[in-house]
């Protein structure tokens, strides 16, 4: 092996570990007008495999767990989804479907939320609109977060009611997580038309957006104008689906916060080897046949702890090649965007007993990820005493996993010709702990889908202010692919040189070349 080779299998391996550690932290034509049955209003709408009856209140029609996809049981687990079977009769649709199979988050996580019922049959979408029969409004596709682990399309903060009253229909799903939804096995590439594996959980985005394509008219939806858009891992998501050549015309627009994968991506083989010999191992299962006939909660715990935690992977289908090198060479889906992430991003990562309390074991830890190079931090993240420790460690991890991959997003955006739009979300939202917690990762979330609901504590006039601003902004986007409108503070396009960013805070306001020192060497170093 030449030199550079190693060198770069040193760099993958590196960003491997450091992500999947990350992951560790982090913890789915208007066919009626509304008809009154028994003092409820619902209305009947017809997609693809049958008849919907949805619900209305206060004039937004939402539709919830109808199914994009066959289950993926049996044989068809871990296998690219299928359409949907067609049922008989009307299919109520007024409460959400099972989640994916997961672990929950810990109870003490500020994410924990009560465990819903699971199912491996799980592939189901939800709707909100307040379109009129024949309009066509902008679609928004919201990819849930989680760490391709955890979550669904069903979380009280998604609810799309506030958003279709600003004029667009809103659409949440469920995608296959963990290792139902990623796995990479050679018996599974072997019997795969494409030779491929692991991107499941991709595939069945990818499924529902060809759902939304065929079927969102129905609900006074413009299948030509679709802005996909997710946070964390939904941002992961959608940073693959812009590179993805499969997602060609499902989609016009896009979001990402808070996730990007422009790191060194894991190759099909490599993920084979590490988790195709691994996942049998540890469920002592022979065959692929034996996976398959492993009940999915206990393949859900076995593996639910095992490290690095999988993700999506170069399998030479979904992914052809690593998404940084699809974006440098200008093949992503010119699409424009908006990206970003917020300020303290680490804090309601972190267990406060996961930060280093002295220098020298923040040294030791800044070592393990950047090994011989890691001096150079020094000049940018200074820590000259044991009282410095904590805030240089949480912005060092912000920024190397957060900040520089959404200012690469924007900067790699341009060599399509598509627009950029940059944000920096500073606001801390009114919860306990908030002068530590600060603008923590997730935090934007209800304030884009102005759902403010903060552990009992109503939000202030400048939460509802900045979150009737964020939202219009998205909606904006979704609308024309560009966030700027009237009432709203200026948005400058991304550009090189300057670099202009929004800082989405208290006060909104125009900033140039944010942590320009950091980001470099973040660059420099990867």
Same mark, same amino acid.
């Given at each position: 092996?030449?030199?550079?080779?190693?060198?770069?299998?040193?760099?993958?391996? !590196?960003?491997?570990?450091?992500?999947?550690?990350?992951?560790?932290?982090?913890?789915?034509?208007?066919?009626?007008?509304?008809?009154?049955? @028994?003092?409820?209003?619902?209305? $009947?709408?017809?997609?693809?495999?049958?008849?919907?009856?949805?619900?209305?209140?206060?004039?937004?029609?939402?539709?919830?767990?109808?199914?994009?996809?066959?289950?993926?049981?049996?044989?068809?687990?871990?296998?690219?989804?299928?359409?949907?079977?067609?049922?008989?009769?009307?299919?109520?649709? !007024?409460?959400?479907?099972?989640?994916?199979?997961?672990? =929950?988050?810990?109870?003490?996580?500020?994410?924990?939320?009560?465990?819903?019922?699971?199912?491996?049959?799980?592939?189901?979408?939800?709707?909100?609109?307040?379109?009129?029969?024949?309009?066509?409004?902008? $679609?928004?596709?919201?990819?849930?977060?989680?760490?391709?682990?955890?979550?669904? @399309?069903?979380?009280?903060?998604?609810?799309?009611?506030?958003?279709? !009253?600003?004029?667009?229909?809103?659409?949440?799903?469920?995608?296959?997580?963990?290792?139902?939804?990623?796995?990479?096995?050679?018996?599974?590439?072997?019997?795969? =038309?494409?030779?491929?594996?692991?991107?499941?959980?991709?595939?069945?985005?990818?499924?529902?957006?060809? +759902?939304?394509?065929?079927?969102?008219?129905?609900?006074?939806?413009?299948?030509?104008?679709?802005?996909?858009?997710?946070?964390?891992?939904?941002?992961?998501?959608?940073?693959?689906?812009?590179?993805?050549?499969?997602?060609?015309?499902?989609?016009?627009?896009?979001?990402?916060?808070?996730?990007?994968?422009?790191?060194?991506?894991?190759?099909?083989?490599?993920?084979?080897?590490? +988790?195709?010999?691994?996942?049998?191992?540890?469920?002592?299962?022979?065959?692929?046949?034996?996976?398959?006939?492993?009940?999915?909660?206990?393949?859900?715990?076995?593996?639910?702890?095992?490290?690095?935690?999988?993700?999506?992977?170069?399998?030479?289908?979904?992914?052809?090649?690593?998404?940084? /090198?699809?974006?440098?060479?200008?093949?992503?889906?010119?699409?424009?965007?908006?990206?970003?992430?917020?300020?303290?991003?680490?804090?309601?990562?972190?267990?406060?007993?996961?930060?280093?309390?002295?220098?020298?074991?923040?040294?030791?830890?800044?070592?393990?990820?950047?090994?011989?190079?890691?001096?150079?931090?020094?000049?940018?993240?200074?820590?000259?005493?044991?009282? @410095?420790?904590?805030?240089?460690?949480?912005?060092?991890?912000?920024?190397?996993?957060?900040?520089?991959?959404?200012?690469?997003?924007?900067?790699? /955006?341009? /060599?399509?010709?598509?627009?950029?739009?940059?944000?920096?979300?500073?606001?801390?939202?009114?919860?306990?702990?908030?002068?530590?917690?600060?603008?923590?990762?997730?935090?934007?979330?209800?304030?884009?889908?102005?759902?403010?609901?903060?552990?009992?504590?109503?939000? !202030?006039?400048?939460?509802?202010?900045?979150?009737?601003?964020?939202?219009?902004?998205?909606?904006?986007?979704?609308?024309?692919?560009?966030?700027?409108?009237?009432?709203?503070?200026?948005?400058?396009?991304?550009?090189? @040189?300057?670099?202009?960013?929004?800082?989405?805070?208290?006060?909104?306001?125009?900033?140039?070349?944010?942590?320009?020192?950091?980001?470099?060497?973040?660059?420099?170093?990867?």
């Amino acid at each position: 092996m030449r030199k550079s080779e190693s060198a770069a299998g040193g760099k993958r391996s !590196r960003w491997w570990a450091a992500g999947a550690w990350v992951m560790v932290l982090a913890l789915c034509g208007l066919a009626g007008w509304p008809v009154v049955a @028994g003092g409820e209003a619902t209305e $009947v709408v017809t997609v693809e495999g049958g008849d919907v009856q949805g619900e209305i209140r206060d004039g937004v029609r939402s539709f919830k767990g109808v199914p994009y996809a066959a289950p993926p049981v049996g044989e068809r687990r871990w296998r690219p989804p299928q359409p949907a079977p067609a049922w008989q009769g009307i299919r109520e649709a !007024r409460e959400f479907g099972p989640d994916c199979p997961q672990s =929950p988050y810990p109870r003490l996580s500020l994410f924990y939320s009560p465990p819903r019922v699971q199912q491996e049959d799980c592939l189901c979408l939800n709707v909100w609109t307040a379109a009129r029969a024949g309009e066509k409004r902008p $679609v928004m596709v919201w990819i849930h977060g989680g760490a391709l682990t955890r979550g669904s @399309g069903a979380a009280p903060t998604y609810d799309g009611a506030s958003l279709a !009253r600003q004029g667009v229909v809103l659409v949440t799903l469920n995608y296959r997580l963990g290792v139902l939804g990623f796995l990479a096995h050679r018996e599974l590439s072997a019997e795969s =038309p494409k030779g491929a594996s692991g991107n499941y959980g991709i595939l069945d985005q990818l499924a529902a957006l060809r +759902w939304v394509s065929r079927n969102i008219a129905a609900f006074g939806g413009d299948p030509g104008k679709v802005t996909i858009f997710g946070e964390s891992a939904g941002a992961w998501s959608v940073n693959a689906l812009v590179a993805s050549p499969l997602g060609k015309g499902l989609f016009h627009r896009a979001i990402g916060q808070s996730g990007g994968t422009f790191g060194p991506g894991v190759r099909r083989e490599a993920a084979e080897e590490a +988790w195709g010999r691994r996942v049998p191992e540890v469920l002592g299962a022979g065959s692929l046949s034996d996976l398959r006939a492993v009940p999915a909660e206990r393949l859900v715990e076995a593996t639910d702890k095992l490290t690095p935690r999988l993700q999506t992977i170069v399998d030479g289908w979904v992914l052809p090649e690593e998404v940084s /090198t699809i974006f440098a060479r200008g093949k992503q889906n010119p699409v424009p965007v908006i990206v970003g992430s917020n300020a303290r991003e680490m804090t309601s990562l972190l267990a406060p007993a996961a930060i280093p309390r002295t220098v020298e074991a923040y040294r030791r830890s800044v070592a393990t990820l950047f090994r011989e190079r890691s001096g150079e931090l020094d000049r940018v993240y200074p820590v000259e005493s044991d009282a @410095g420790v904590s805030e240089a460690y949480l912005s060092l991890l912000r920024d190397y996993t957060f900040t520089s991959q959404m200012r690469r997003w924007a900067r790699l /955006t341009g /060599t399509t010709q598509a627009k950029a739009w940059w944000y920096y979300f500073s606001h801390a939202p009114p919860i306990p702990n908030s002068d530590y917690l600060g603008a923590f990762h997730a935090a934007e979330i209800a304030y884009v889908f102005r759902n403010l609901s903060f552990s009992r504590v109503a939000p !202030r006039e400048v939460d509802e202010r900045l979150a009737e601003t964020i939202s219009t902004y998205w909606v904006n986007f979704a609308r024309t692919g560009d966030p700027n409108g009237q009432g709203l503070p200026k948005w400058p396009a991304y550009r090189q @040189g300057a670099e202009p960013y929004l800082e989405l805070g208290t006060t909104i306001k125009v900033g140039q070349n944010l942590l320009k020192e950091q980001l470099d060497l973040l660059d420099n170093l990867r």
